[in-house]
Nanobody
């Protein structure tokens, strides 16, 4: 069973930064051939796409308009890991953040932006 484990969430003040990581293990497919994505779900809201990065070098990247210029997605295909650098965090970024690849989801990591 493929496993995705997110980490790096926590409580941060507005304007602060966090870096999320997602490590994939027990893979049954070639990690670097698949696009990966970060989603988030705030209380009472639907899960939304935050950022996505293609496989095979990660040459195509997309961001939700709400995070453009503040968040950066990246991946390390040697380490089977994806990252999300989040800067200038706002209260509206508060959510559980999930990583996704192919058919699989992580368990999520909580991000709380509050003073």
């Amino acid at each position: 069973q493929v496993q995705l484990v997110e980490s790096g969430g926590g409580l941060v003040q507005p304007g602060g930064s966090l870096k999320l990581s997602c490590v994939a293990s027990r893979l049954t497919f070639n990690f670097n051939q698949y696009a990966m994505s970060w989603y988030r779900q705030a209380p009472g809201k639907e899960r939304e796409l935050v950022a996505a990065i293609t496989g095979a070098g990660g040459t195509s990247i997309n961001y939700a308009d709400s995070v453009k210029g503040r968040f950066t997605i990246s991946r390390d295909n040697v380490k089977n890991t994806m990252y999300l650098q989040m800067n200038n965090l706002k209260s509206e970024d508060t959510a559980v953040y999930y990583c996704h690849i192919f058919l699989y989801w992580g368990q999520g990591t909580q991000v709380i932006v509050s003073s």
